[in-house]
């Protein structure tokens, strides 16, 4: 609190300092003083234009990718290292976890009597399969939870980003790309259940139950061109993914 302190010796900082701690959005603080005993505060706000959830955080980002401020969240989910690299697309067939999920619901005699490295590969590859589903379901079920939340703030018209690479982050280009697509797609009536930014080189955008890839590469107004001729032709209403990371766009069915 800066109850009682003297005119004289309030600084511009602490105010804003003060003030940031409680509203996040605040981009700058102006102090005036008016002696004897009189200040004014003019606040500069710059809401934020995206929310950036990983595992680990959900930010709001300014057009700049600028860090406006975080959502309180606690229940984010969190992986082994075997969980980790099994996620990450590691063939680890002879892990505990395969081998644990394999011995399920099997006796104690039955256990006795297998020989992990005589069962076949497929049958590994199977269980390696259903416990990666697994996971990524886990991941699913949290960015799901997370965006209803979202949908009670302040913000809950703000594009939201899910990025799963930790090594990933939104970047202003990415921002603005992002919301031109958003944009552009809502301006034809598309709903958009997720946007998934999967590389430094490209994102995903899921509307319609329809998979559309965009390159950060390539120019995304050619993009955004490519896919309203995909929709004025009738393409994009049989389509399962539209991939425009190329002049010659790809339409799988």
Do not use: M
């Not at 605040?26 to 500069?44: A, H, N, Q, T």
């Not at 899921?206 to 993009?223: M, W």
Request: hydrophobic letters at 40%; aromatic letters at 8%.
């Amino acid at each position: 609190s800066l109850i009682g302190e003297n005119i004289i010796f309030l600084r511009e900082s602490n105010v804003s300092d003060l003030l940031k701690s409680n509203i996040p959005e605040i981009d700058r603080v102006l102090l005036y003083k008016y002696l004897p005993g009189k200040i004014s505060v003019e606040i500069i706000q710059n809401n934020p234009s995206i929310i950036e959830i990983t595992l680990n955080s959900v930010k709001y980002l300014d057009i700049n990718a600028k860090d406006k401020g975080e959502l309180e969240y606690s229940e984010y989910p969190s992986f082994s290292e075997e969980e980790s690299q099994i996620l990450s697309g590691v063939n680890l067939i002879d892990s505990s976890l395969v081998l644990n999920k394999y011995l399920e619901g099997k006796t104690d005699e039955e256990k006795l009597l297998i020989d992990w490295t005589k069962v076949e590969v497929s049958e590994k590859q199977k269980i390696l399969k259903e416990i990666k589903a697994e996971l990524e379901n886990r991941i699913s079920v949290y960015f799901n939870n997370v965006k209803e939340i979202l949908k009670t703030t302040p913000f809950s018209d703000l594009p939201v980003v899910e990025i799963l690479d930790p090594n990933l982050s939104l970047d202003s280009t990415e921002i603005k790309n992002i919301i031109l697509v958003r944009d552009n797609l809502f301006s034809r009536n598309k709903e958009i259940s997720s946007i998934v930014l999967t590389s430094e080189y490209s994102f995903e955008v899921i509307t319609n139950s329809k998979k559309v890839i965009f390159s950060l590469i390539r120019d995304i107004t050619a993009q955004v061109v490519d896919l309203d001729s995909v929709i004025f032709y009738g393409y994009f209403d049989n389509a399962r993914i539209v991939d425009l990371r190329t002049e010659t766009y790809s339409i799988v069915y």
